[in-house]
């Protein structure tokens, strides 16, 4: 499914999209019509729109477009993609004018297996922003995999922690839960965890890691999900502060759409 603005798209609207990469999106996991965070992910569309095109976003007229490519019942993950189909490369600012894009495909079952994870030292461009320039993360993505391993964390030149390439990452230090402190893009489903449960927010580098014992990721895809091994550090596959995690996510009522 694919929608422009309400209506089906045709793939010479979504050339401009191709070639200049401009934009922002939110995906929201779709559950029986409803969307944990949903306040927070069109809150998410609101802010970035007014940071990339200096425009208001109407939510209200985002809901109703995601209804249409949501089912009312079953699991379906809905991309919300905002973008600027006249932008110009020599002059993009005068794109001032967003549109809507909405896709969806059928969400994974949940929980997902857990993964494992290489650092790279990488900090993501204007990291507030839920940008649709996903090079740098894919690339990093795709090195990791040759490596062995499933996906890419991000640290900078001080092994400084700071997010996976679609996900973000805490920890359990044995009494607390931990979120690193540093710039990231703020997930959604990371600010629920966070509301649901008591942490702690501190500057974690790759150094620490032998001194946690559990890590875990988060995101809308996959709700909380194990990590087994970052770089050389195995850590648990299983543990009970992720299974209590995990309920508390999961017992979070969704808005309806």
């Not at 790279?120 to 839920?130: A, G, I, M, Q």
């Not at 500057?203 to 890590?215: E, N, Q, S, Y």
């Amino acid at each position: 499914m694919a929608e422009l603005n309400g209506v089906p798209v045709e793939p010479a609207q979504l050339q401009n999209l191709a070639l200049t990469n401009y934009g922002h999106f939110t995906s929201m996991r779709v559950e029986a019509g409803r969307v944990r965070g949903l306040s927070l992910h069109l809150e998410r569309l609101r802010r970035d729109c007014r940071k990339l095109f200096g425009a208001d976003l109407d939510p209200q007229r985002v809901r109703e477009l995601a209804r249409r490519a949501a089912p009312a019942t079953g699991s379906t993950t809905v991309r919300v993609t905002v973008f600027d189909p006249r932008l110009d490369l020599g002059h993009p600012s005068e794109a001032n004018d967003p549109h809507v894009l909405m896709t969806s495909r059928p969400a994974g079952n949940l929980p997902l297996p857990p993964i494992k994870v290489k650092s790279t030292t990488y900090v993501r461009d204007l990291p507030s922003v839920k940008s649709v320039g996903l090079f740098a993360s894919l690339h990093h993505r795709r090195q990791t995999q040759l490596h062995g391993f499933d996906d890419a964390l991000f640290a900078d030149q001080e092994q400084v922690i700071s997010e996976g390439g679609t996900w973000n990452i805490g920890f359990f230090d044995g009494s607390r839960v931990i979120w690193p402190n540093a710039d990231c893009l703020v997930g959604v489903t990371m600010e629920l965890v966070k509301r649901a449960h008591d942490h702690d927010t501190r500057t974690v580098r790759l150094t620490d890691l032998p001194d946690m014992r559990a890590a875990f990721a988060t995101n809308a895809a996959v709700g909380v999900r194990s990590i087994s091994a970052i770089d050389g550090t195995p850590l648990p596959e299983s543990h009970a502060i992720i299974d209590t995690l995990r309920k508390e996510y999961m017992e979070i009522e969704g808005d309806l759409l």
